[in-house]
């Protein structure tokens, strides 16, 4: 029997690497089937609203989404709608896995490991954000939560077991930030404790980029807070060749949604050349996470495979191929 899932193909590039993953999905002809529904630009369109109703209760329904890029404005205009959609199916754990590729623009060889970020609080929520009326006083609010701590650093150790990882670390700042990174981090050794077959430090978020940029290898599982996730998981991108082969899945107790940490990319939208391997590993993650391990399998071997052939590689990868032609090589060694 079928499985249907929620797709919203996204902004800029969305819908070009959208069709990429469905192409890839298709091909392994594992029943799945797809409902389209719309946010961002796309949707306000369509409807007038970023994230319409109508979108919430088909990701409900299905449990299950595959999303493309939404445009965020910087600095001013409406706020993020990845934001909107985490707090309101309240996708606490965030896990952005990082894999060397070949024949990329990676700054190391073998590099294997995992950011779990929580999702939905501390200073990236940017609560209660303020200007004062002068406009010389801006202020936002860092709310952390025990439930929200030991929640994230318990599916990060869950996680290491379930995938056999040796080491947890977990990042914070509770040297200058005693209260909320504080807490996070007194409830990571607390959490800690109960699974003595993983080893567990802790590192300070400075010092933790500057290990991660001269010794990567060193780190197997990283746990961090909201903003510090944000960051590291973009730096840990940059250390297998960039966002274009950098994956996220947003998970809660119920509801999941997958897909490419990299932006709606509108300066190349439309012109073909859109590297879609980031939404296709997101696919992967989500097959993982519907059981279907072997199709899992099939697709990141598949990447890995053309991106070692330099078979139509995107110019971000230092080919010339398009889109929709390393789609085709992809599919040739599916």
Do not use: W
């Not at 959609?85 to 309240?90: E, T």
């Amino acid at each position: 029997m079928g499985r249907t899932i929620a797709v919203i193909r996204g902004d800029g590039i969305g819908p070009e690497i959208m069709v990429s993953a469905i192409r890839v999905l298709d091909a392994l002809d594992i029943g799945l089937e797809y409902e389209f529904v719309e946010a961002g630009v796309a949707a306000h369109q369509a409807t007038g609203e970023l994230l319409p109703a109508a979108t919430l209760e088909t990701i409900a329904r299905h449990k299950v989404a595959l999303k493309g890029p939404l445009m965020t404005p910087v600095g001013g205009g409406f706020s993020s709608i990845n934001v909107q959609l985490r707090k309101h199916f309240d996708l606490y754990a965030n896990v952005r896995p990082v894999i060397t590729f070949p024949d990329t623009k990676a700054r190391y060889q073998d590099i294997d490991l995992i950011t779990v970020r929580e999702n939905t609080e501390g200073a990236y929520s940017a609560e209660g954000q303020t200007v004062s009326e002068d406009g010389e006083i801006a202020l936002s609010m860092v709310r952390n939560t025990r439930h929200g701590c030991e929640r994230i650093v318990r599916y990060a150790f869950e996680l290491a077991r379930r995938q056999r990882r040796r080491k947890i670390t977990a990042v914070h700042k509770a040297n200058i930030m005693k209260t909320t990174s504080g807490m996070f981090l007194k409830v990571a050794r607390e959490v800690a404790a109960e699974y003595p077959d993983i080893a567990f430090n802790e590192m300070i978020v400075d010092n933790t980029c500057m290990q991660l940029v001269m010794n990567p290898h060193q780190f197997d599982v990283i746990v961090t807070t909201n903003l510090f996730g944000d960051i590291i998981s973009d730096l840990c991108a940059g250390l297998v060749g960039g966002l274009g082969l950098a994956p996220g899945a947003n998970i809660g107790s119920e509801i999941a949604i997958f897909e490419a940490v990299h932006g709606s990319a509108p300066d190349i939208a439309g012109k073909g050349v859109a590297n879609p391997c980031a939404l296709l590993l997101g696919a992967a993650q989500m097959l993982s996470h519907m059981g279907l391990e072997d199709a899992a399998i099939r697709v990141r071997s598949a990447i890995r495979e053309t991106l070692d052939a330099r078979d139509n590689t995107t110019p971000d990868l230092g080919g010339s191929g398009t889109t929709s032609s390393f789609t085709d090589a992809l599919l040739k060694r599916l």
